[in-house]
């Protein structure tokens, strides 16, 4: 039994389907790639799952249907995910930033900030050990501007992680890094698994996501084209197939 199940999952955009009948099961524990030509439903797909848009079919999340639950619930339930742009708040220390999605917004933390208005110390904690995980602790009194791309990067994931989320669903996390950069993200994101999270990871570079992905589903047009071992998806030919023409094609020269 899959930590996510999803059964005809849809999305239509007025005549697109941007994600169509997609159903398929991950495993606690698993890290799963989904990759695509762009356009493909890639972050749509993320945002059906996680509540952002409307969507069709069934969403089973630790074998709770979840499908009909509004975006902030779904994040409780301990599902979590990072965005494409970087949207961090510039104002703000890196620490403050991860410290606004830790915080949960429950009854008791509204309470307790009413006696005390400071961060809970389980918030603290949980900021302090995705920093930690990311290897970022470093950066922890800077803010955004102050740092390079690659590391914001890390500070967007290290921000979903704060949550304690069982699940993150990260959407092209390694864009616009260099190749080392891209190896350092590889190799933290890796650790999630061994901490006992499920990891859905969007991205176009084939080096990380064959390093890090158990198991990779290829979506075109909506559509779960393939899926297996990210050696076997590649060399699919209806996966070269969607991919020709596409501006973003898999690096395919990276794979080791
Ligand atoms: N808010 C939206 N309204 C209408 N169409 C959209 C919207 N977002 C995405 N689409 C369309 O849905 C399809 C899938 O887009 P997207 O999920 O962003 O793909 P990917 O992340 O794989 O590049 C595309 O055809 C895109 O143009
Ligand atoms: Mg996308």
Same mark, same amino acid.
């Given at each position: 039994?899959?930590?996510?199940e ?7 955009? !007025?005549?697109?389907?941007?994600v ?14 989904l ?42 339930a ?12 510039d ?13 949960r917004?429950?009854?008791?933390? #509204?309470l307790?900030?009413m ?5 809970? %110390?389980?918030?603290e ?7 930690d995980?990311? !290897? ?25 992680l704060?949550?304690? %989320?069982? #699940?993150?669903l ?10 080392t950069?891209?190896?350092?993200l ?6 999630l ?12 570079? #084939? !080096?990380?996501v ?16 393939a899926?297996?071992t990210?050696?076997t ?5 209806r996966?070269?197939?969607a ?6 094609g ?5 794979v080791?």
């Open positions: 039994m899959g930590l996510l999803l059964s005809a999952l849809t999305v239509q955009y !007025g005549g697109v389907r941007a169509d009948a997609v159903s398929l099961d991950v495993p606690e524990g698993a890290f799963v790639g990759i695509g030509p762009n356009g493909a439903g890639k972050t749509t797909f993320i945002d059906a799952v996680t509540g952002l848009v409307p969507a069709s079919g069934s969403v089973r999340f630790d074998d709770r249907e979840i499908a009909r639950l509004p975006a902030h619930r779904r994040a409780r301990g599902l979590a995910r990072t965005f494409q742009s970087i949207e961090l708040f104002d703000l220390t890196v620490r403050e930033n991860l410290l606004v999605a830790a915080e917004a429950s009854w008791l933390s #509204m307790r900030a006696v005390r208005p400071a961060p809970s %110390p389980d918030a904690e949980r900021v302090e050990r995705a920093l995980c990311l !290897g970022i602790t470093d950066l922890a009194e800077h803010t955004p501007d102050e740092i390079s791309l690659g590391r914001r990067k890390l500070v967007t994931v290290a921000r979903a704060a949550a304690d %989320p069982r #699940m993150v990260l959407d092209e996390p390694a864009a616009g890094l260099d190749s950069e891209s190896a350092e590889g190799r933290r994101l890796r650790q698994t061994g901490d006992g999270r499920t990891v859905l990871l969007v991205d176009h570079d #084939m !080096g990380l064959s390093s890090v992905c158990d198991h990779v589903y290829v979506l075109d047009f909506g559509r779960i084209i899926e297996g990210a050696a998806v590649l060399r699919d030919p996966v070269v197939t991919y020709l023409g596409s501006e973003t898999p690096s395919v020269e990276r080791p």
